[in-house]
């Protein structure tokens, strides 16, 4: 059994800042890449950010240059920090993590709860 807990949403104005985090625990092996992503109302969940075991980034174009994705491997958590938050940055953020529950298994997507991030203008 894995889980995932986010926490760091909230509300905050255009121009402010939060700090997503995602921290898993339970049978786990390892952790593949960590991801961000978001879903606002009638629109499709969409990639926002991840990162590789490695550290190799990927961001949308939408926040290039204001989101920055980090990972602590040690505790199995992973980050979102959010500056320059805009209105079309509202919607509910989810964590994904691709991980093994042991070296012999099959690696597999696991979702977070998500959490509300509303930036008002």
């Known amino acids: 059994q894995v889980q995932l807990v986010e926490s760091g949403g909230g509300l905050v104005q255009a121009g402010g800042s939060l700090r997503l985090s995602c921290a898993a625990s339970?049978?786990?092996?390892?952790?593949?890449?960590m991801g961000w992503y978001r879903q606002a109302p009638g629109k499709q969940r969409e990639m926002v950010a991840t990162i590789t075991q490695g550290g190799n980034t990927n961001y949308a174009d939408s926040v290039k240059g204001r989101f920055t994705i980090s990972r602590d491997n040690a505790k199995n958590t992973v980050y979102l920090q959010m500056n320059s938050l805009k209105p079309e940055d509202t919607a509910v953020y989810f964590c994904?993590?691709?991980?093994?529950?042991?070296?012999?298994?099959?690696?597999?997507?696991?979702w977070g709860q998500g959490t509300q991030v509303t930036v008002s203008s």
């Open positions: 994904n993590l691709n991980l093994q529950r042991g070296l012999w298994e099959n690696s597999f997507d696991s």
């Open positions: 339970g049978s786990i092996f390892s952790i593949n890449t």
